[in-house]
């Protein structure tokens, strides 16, 4: 007994050592982290729910400075939150290699553009580029419009009663993408319910899997049911954008694309006549034309920019309804701002209406700091790498939690404190270029940045318009979940009270 015993003893011992005392172990545990157990290193620490998990990434941000180590064999990370560091990953494309946590994304959205990397990548990004064109985005403005319109409407039915926002704004998200990316208004399609309902189930599976790490094995995933409830979503998205493809691809068949015959130099021209408006898809049709891109090509991007296109959107909104319900004297000085530029007119707003919203979009950036909707990027360093003078072996994760970076006290005083007037002009200079990154930065930022810009704005203003935001939801009842984008443990609810302007 005394010998079994004492042989399994030597063993795990042995284990341990061979575990956590190789060379990778040795190199990256002279970093600063939390203490490591017997054998599993950091693993009982970092599962756990995913409200504790949130929580556990403030308190390990604060407890070190700006980078701390994960060792968990055979994965170390490494969590970098100083600009100077961010800088050095994030500007180089030798950093550009997505990490494993992005692997859980791949049946659904494939090689596009987030998850692919090389030529491949470089390719489709210098196709997709022109999408987001000033002359585009001023297609994008009118259906945003159109939609923003039919959000007010269901604000409407419940004005004066507390609303939970998050899933009126991810409606409202997930429709514009769909008719900006697809050109396809989703009420057209008897299918759209299932495929919103697809879409809706994809996040919550992602979001499962993203939270507990011992799914993230394809062999353990696959015998689970989460996996066969993916694989039905999955099939159930993908072959709705196939049909949308399709269609589209027939069309321009026979009458060509509209958006290139198009006057884009008239804003009347959107507003007015309601062109067809499928700049993205069209783009992506005349590429695979030009032989640039394949029929999954298309797919894939198409697939991607829904994903992208809402959650992220949505997010942003939600957050920032309820801190303009927070703060009324911010409120008041974004409709003020409103009143001058349309006085007493009705009319929707257009391209030119947005450079002057310019508190307003210093509120939506404020927003994003406090938070930012994709709250945490990860790459793969492939390389030996410098960081805060600590040699970081290759192969180790590297994680940017983009959620501390904002809340450093030392780059933005009072970092619970809204304050918009953080992005004067003269209150921004000398900041880090990669202090404040919610698009992230350097080659692989955000593509859709201007995209959402725009649509946070034009449906801000028009919702501050018609409706006084009361607070229901305060700042100190945020508590947040564990997920691609940054979530509340629960509803965040608004007050919205038609206005008597
Ligand atoms: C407030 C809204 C948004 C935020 C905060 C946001 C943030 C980000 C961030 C941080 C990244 C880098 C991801 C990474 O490195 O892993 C990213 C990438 C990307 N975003 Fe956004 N995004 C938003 C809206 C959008 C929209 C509306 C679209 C599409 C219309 C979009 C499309 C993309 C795509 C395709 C990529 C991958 C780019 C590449 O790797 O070349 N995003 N976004």
Not at 102 to 107: M, S
Not at 119 to 131: D, F, H
């Amino acid at each position: 007994m005394w010998l079994y015993f004492c042989a399994f003893t030597i063993f795990l011992v042995v284990l341990h050592l061979f575990l956590n005392y190789n060379a990778r172990a040795r190199m990256i545990k002279k970093l600063p982290g939390p203490k490591d157990d017997f054998i599993v290193g950091n693993a009982f620490r970092i599962i756990c729910d995913p409200v504790e998990l949130m929580k556990l990434g403030r308190t390990f941000a604060k407890k070190w400075n700006g980078i701390y180590r994960i060792w968990v064999y055979p994965f170390s990370a490494v969590v970098i939150y100083n600009p100077e560091d961010i800088e050095v990953v994030m500007s180089s494309m030798k950093y550009g290699e997505k990490s494993l946590v992005y692997k859980i994304l791949q049946p659904w959205l494939q090689d596009g553009l987030l998850l692919s990397n090389g030529t491949k990548w470089q390719e489709r990004r210098k196709i997709l580029t022109p999408a987001f064109h000033f002359n585009i985005l001023r297609q994008f403005c009118v259906i945003i419009e159109e939609n923003t319109h039919r959000l007010i409407d269901q604000l409407q039915k419940a004005a004066g009663q507390p609303i939970d926002v998050v899933p009126i704004l991810s409606e409202f998200t997930l429709n514009s993408i769909c008719e900006t990316a697809m050109g396809t208004q989703l009420n057209e399609h008897s299918t759209a319910k299932t495929y919103k309902k697809a879409i809706y189930d994809l996040g919550n599976i992602f979001y499962h899997r993203f939270i507990k790490i011992y799914l993230y094995p394809e062999f353990i995933f696959n015998a689970t049911s989460l996996a066969r409830k993916q694989n039905k979503a999955v099939k159930t998205v993908q072959s709705f954008t196939e049909k949308v493809i399709r269609k589209r691809r027939e069309y321009v068949k026979e009458h060509g694309f509209d958006m290139f015959n198009q006057n884009v130099d008239d804003d009347e021209v959107y507003v007015y006549k309601k062109k067809k408006k499928t700049a993205m898809l069209d783009l992506l049709l005349s590429a695979e034309q030009e032989g640039l891109i394949d029929k999954t090509g298309v797919q894939e991007e198409v697939d991607t920019f829904m994903f992208e296109g809402h959650d992220t959107t949505a997010s942003g909104l939600t957050f920032l309804f309820m801190l303009l319900a927070n703060h009324p004297e911010i409120q008041d000085k974004v409709v003020n701002e409103l009143n001058d530029i349309f006085g007493d007119s009705k009319r929707w707003a257009c391209m030119d209406d947005l450079p002057k919203m310019k508190y307003l979009d210093r509120c939506i950036k404020e927003s994003l700091r406090m938070y930012p909707p994709v709250h945490f990027i990860s790459r793969k360093l492939n390389d030996e790498t410098i960081l805060s003078n600590h040699s970081i072996p290759a192969g180790t994760l590297c994680h940017i939690p983009m959620y501390d970076l904002h809340h450093r006290e030392d780059l933005f005083p009072n970092p619970e404190v809204f304050d918009p007037d953080r992005f004067l002009p003269e209150n921004s200079e000398g900041r880090h270029a990669y202090a404040y990154i919610p698009f992230s930065a350097g080659p692989r930022n955000c593509i859709g940045q201007k995209f959402a810009m725009l649509e946070m704005k034009i449906a801000a203003a028009a919702v501050l318009r018609e409706f006084e935001l009361k607070l229901v939801t305060k700042q100190s009842d945020i508590v947040f979940l564990a997920d691609l984008v940054l979530r509340n443990n629960g509803p965040v609810q608004v007050k919205f009270v038609k206005r008597n302007l």
